[in-house]
DNA sequence: TCCGTGAGTTGGAAAATCAAACCCTCCCCT
DNA sequence: AGGGGAGGGTTTGATTTTCCAACTCACGGA
C-alpha cells in the first residue's frame, strides 16, 4: 500500500527533478541560443555564479548539456544542448508561447523566434496521431499504477 | 546601457517566475487531473504543507487556480484552473512526453493521456504557421531589446 | 463526549540562495 | 619583468527557503 509520504510516479515530476530548479530551463534557453559561456550565463540569466556552476553540473550529469573546451591554453569552456537538451527546447517554446500571451497580451515581446518557414514562430502542441491540437477537453489520463486516481471528468 | 546584473529580458523567465517554483507545475499536474483539494494535494505531490499553502496562494493571485468552496458548514474548497491554467497543460504534456523518452525509454510509463482521437496523446509541438514538427536546427532567435544578443547558427 | 476529516498555521532545525570577494591560469602590453 | 585584463570558477558569511512534525479550528458522526 502506498506508504505516508510517496508521491505519484510520474514523468512530470521526473523532468522536473531535473530541469525544475530555479534556473535551469534558462540555461537551457542560453544554451539554445548559443550562448554557453560561464561569464555570458551569469550576466544573460542574472544567477549567482556558484549556483549556476551547481546546475551546470548538474544538467552536464544528468545528459542534457555537455561541457566542452573551446579552446586550450587558456583553457575555456563551453556548454552546449545534447540532444536531449536540444529536444527540450519545443517546452521552452510552448512556455515562451504561453508568457507572451498571458503576460504580455501578446505585444511587445522581448524575443521573436522565426520558423524556417518565414513566418514567426506559434507553437502548437497537437496530438501525434490526429494531429489537432491539445485541449483538456479531449484529455483522459489513465494512472498505471495502482492506488493513484483521477477525480471525474472535469465538470463546468 | 545594461548595468550589471539586469538579466534577458524573456517571457520564459517571466513564466518561470509565475509556475518555475518546487511544486507548482506539479499543482497544476493534480488540478488538471481534478485533484485539487489540499489534502489530495498533499499526499499526491509529496510536498510540505506550508510551502503547498504558499504555491497556491502565489498561483491564484497570479490567475492560473482558483480557489472555490465545494461545501459551505463545513467550509471545504477545492482548487481549479483558470482559462491560463488549462493553456499550461500542453507545457505539462511536453514535458511529460519528453521525460517519458529520455527518462524511462518509452517503456513503463506511470501515466498515460489518452486524446479524444482514440489513441495515446504523443504531444508534438508544431509551428502554427506551416504545421511542421519544431525542431532546433529550423529555429532563428531575434531579440527585440538593444544590448542582447545570440551567437551565431547552431555550429555542429 | 470523543474521534476523524479537511484545510490549513506555527516553530525550529536543515538546506539552498545570494552577493561579494577571492583565486588561478593564461594572454597581451609595455 | 611587471601590470592588467578575461575566463571560469570557488569560498565565505549572511539571508531565505525548505522541511517536518505538531498544532489549531470548525465541523460532523457514533
Known sequence: MAAPKDPRPCSIADALAIVGEKYSL?????????????????????????????????????????????????????????????????????????????????????MVVEHICGNELIPVVTCRSCGAPVRHEDLTAHPQAEGWTVSGPTAA
Open 26 to 110: 534558462l540555461v537551457l534557453r542560453e544554451v539554445c541560443l548559443g550562448n554557453g559561456r560561464f561569464d555570458q550565463l551569469v550576466r544573460n540569466i542574472g544567477a549567482p555564479r556558484d549556483v549556476l556552476a551547481t546546475r551546470l553540473r548538474r544538467l552536464v550529469d544528468a545528459g542534457v548539456l555537455t561541457k566542452r573546451a573551446y579552446s586550450e591554453r587558456p583553457q575555456r569552456f563551453e556548454y552546449r544542448p545534447t540532444q536531449a537538451g536540444l529536444e527540450l527546447e519545443p517546452v521552452l517554446m510552448t512556455l515562451k508561447e504561453w508568457g507572451d500571451r498571458h503576460l504580455r497580451n501578446g505585444t511587445d515581446l522581448p
